[in-house]
């Protein structure tokens, strides 16, 4: 069984920045879309940004220009940097992934089990 695990939530300032990792917790035949979600108390979870296998990269219109998705693919790691961090963008941040866990298993989606992102003063 794979799972991936985030980290480098907690708390900080308005205007500060904060590095998310999700890390997979063994080897994997082939990761290909990599993703981070977000969902603040009482909303509904939504995509905030994407990265394919290619490394071609997609935001949502609320963090174009403040985040930045990359991956390591020898770590089986994707990464969200946030910079310019608003107290609405307090959340728990998940990452979501396709992945194939041997070369004969089924592509399937894992999501991680979530890091909270405090943004207050």
């Known amino acids: 069984q794979v799972q991936f695990v985030e980290s480098g939530g907690g708390l900080v300032q308005p205007g500060g920045s904060l590095r998310l990792s999700c890390a997979a917790s063994?080897?994997?035949?082939?990761?290909?879309?990599m993703r981070w979600y977000r969902q603040a108390p009482g909303k509904e979870r939504e995509l905030v940004a994407i990265i394919t296998s290619f490394g071609s990269t997609d935001y949502s219109d609320s963090v174009k220009g403040r985040f930045t998705i990359s991956r390591d693919n020898a770590k089986n790691t994707v990464y969200l940097q946030m910079n310019s961090l608003k107290p609405e963008e307090t959340a728990v941040y998940y990452c979501?992934?396709?992945?194939?866990?041997?070369?004969?298993?089924?592509?399937?989606?894992?999501w991680g089990q979530g890091t909270q992102v405090t943004v207050s003063s």
């Open positions: 979501n992934v396709d992945a194939r866990v041997s070369s004969g298993g089924s592509l399937r989606a894992y």
């Open positions: 063994r080897s994997i035949f082939s990761i290909y879309t």
